[in-house]
């Protein structure tokens, strides 16, 4: 038989040899030992203060307590009426203990006591309580092996002051959450917002604030994937403050393009909500003034993209032009937009960004028409209601005047943005039909008010056409 036929007919024979695993079975095993985890109880005991008071009688007569009482001791640290950390003298005793007796399980769950109540105010002070279980913490893994001594190693875990920034760097680096930093070294089981995770979460935050390198867009990407969760929600919501610090006050003096500012906003508000309808909120931000600059801005643009849709463009381009050169002169504070229906699914259609702005409701004399916005700003100290269509620009002097409308509200009637019968001559009032646009007559008088609240003049060369 020809070489060539044996290995034909060797072709079309069935295989007696048993096929080869996809899996190496020695991988396989491994597969199933699990990684070494650190344990912590998910819970204090319910005798706490008892085991506390136990504690501190025995360490303070110069006894040492029964060794379940010293098992649980760190969960008297920082928590029940007698904390241990308030008790220098009982304090150092317990660790002088934990250092002699050198036992693995008592040297888990003191670092397990330390990882999740880690405070970084704490650290920042060297002869802190902090401090000094770090301190007893590093002797302790120094002699010993697992997941914590090599965390010790490479995280500074027991450095309160370089750890946190340590865990944040690593984790910024590889794109994870500092909590993924202390699971891939076995601490896996402590809670994603333990102390010691929060505080790599403000390391990071404040790496991120101070990196000039980002663009707004990349600096948006980073915060986002930083401080939120898979579903979206955001991560230490009480430091929400310091979260949105980072990503806006870095762009305070910047010139932020559209698509920046509006993505920004748009999850700024779809995680905090608006902070001209949610001002408890937004209390600890100190980067509100910016994102009320943002959100003035928008609501300019809603009105003018929106009405733009329908307007004669030889009208409205002067009034376009008007408004947008008092925005650059920075006179307008704040400012909301009331809809019909048909601006309504407009602005949705324009708009990426889901801020709000208000929608007629039944009642007023004037009756609106098809398409009918209005424009309300806060320019000095009073309040102007700019009309769409053949609609008038409306000036109230003084917000204090019971007629001027208040802006953030949901629902208007037409009664209350428009200069009325019912002003009171104290309040100086002002209605100016929107006439000889071409000849810039009724822009000139608008100026001359804008002038009379601010005291800033709006030169006819800023919105010449």
């Known amino acids: 038989m020809q070489v060539k036929s044996a290995i034909a007919e060797i072709r079309t024979r069935l295989s007696t040899f048993p096929a080869l695993p996809t899996t190496a079975a020695l991988a396989v095993v491994a597969q199933t030992i699990p990684a070494p985890t650190i344990e912590v109880e998910p819970a204090p005991p319910p005798d706490l203060d008892q085991i ?9 007569a110069g006894d040492v307590p029964e060794r379940r009482d010293v098992n649980l001791a760190p969960w008297c640290l920082w928590d029940g009426r007698r904390p241990l950390v308030r008790e220098p003298t009982v304090l150092a005793r317990f660790l002088a203990h934990v250092r002699m007796a050198s036992r693995k399980s008592t040297f888990r769950r003191l670092a397990s006591a330390y990882i999740v109540r880690f405070d970084p105010s704490e650290a920042d002070r060297p002869t802190s309580a902090l401090n000094d279980i770090a301190a007893t913490l590093r002797d302790l893994a120094s002699r010993m092996t697992g997941p914590l001594t090599e965390a010790a190693r490479h995280l500074n875990l027991f450095d309160p ?4 920034r340590t865990i944040a760097g690593i984790a910024l680096d590889r794109n994870i959450s500092p909590s993924r930093v202390l699971a891939d070294f076995g601490i896996q089981n402590l809670g994603a917002e333990a102390g010691l995770a929060e505080a790599a979460f403000l390391a990071g935050l404040d790496r991120l604030r101070g ?4 663009s707004p867009q990349a600096r948006l990407s980073s915060i986002q994937a930083w401080g939120t969760r898979q579903d979206g929600s955001v991560i230490f919501e009480h430091r929400r403050g310091t979260y949105v610090d980072a990503l806006v006050l870095p762009l305070a003096n910047v010139d932020v393009d559209r698509t920046a500012m509006d993505a920004t906003l748009k999850f700024l508000v779809a995680r905090f909500g608006d902070p001209r309808l949610k001002q408890a909120r937004w209390q600890p931000m100190a980067s509100k003034p910016t994102v009320l600059k943002w959100l003035t801005a928008l609501s ?7 009405v733009d849709q329908g307007a004669y463009d030889f009208q409205w381009r002067y009034r376009r032009a008007f408004w947008e050169a008092v925005h650059r002169r920075g006179l307008i504070d704040d400012a909301w937009v009331v809809f019909d229906e048909v601006g309504d699914r407009t602005a949705r259609r324009l708009f990426d960004v889901k801020a709000p702005y208000a929608r007629w409701t039944s009642g007023g004399r004037k009756p609106v028409e098809r398409g009918h916005a209005v424009l309300l700003l806060k320019v000095g100290r009073g309040v102007v209601a700019e009309w769409s269509h053949n609609g008038r620009c409306n000036i109230w002097h003084d917000r204090a005047d019971p007629t001027a409308p208040a802006l953030s509200k949901a ?9 009325g019968r019912q002003s009171s001559p104290q309040f100086k009032v002002a209605e100016i039909t929107h006439a000889g646009s071409e000849g810039y007559n009724w822009q000139v008088k608008v100026a001359n ?10 030169m006819e060369s800023e919105y010449r056409v």
């Open 52 to 60: 506390a008071a136990r504690i501190i009688q025995a360490f303070s």
């Open 161 to 164: 002051r370089t750890a946190p």
């Open 211 to 214: 990196d000039t390198s980002l």
């Open 300 to 306: 300019l643009r809603q009105f003018l993209d929106v």
């Open 411 to 419: 629902l208007y009637d037409t009664d209350e943005v428009r200069v």
């Open 449 to 458: 008010e804008i002038f009379l609240l601010t005291n800033v003049r709006v």
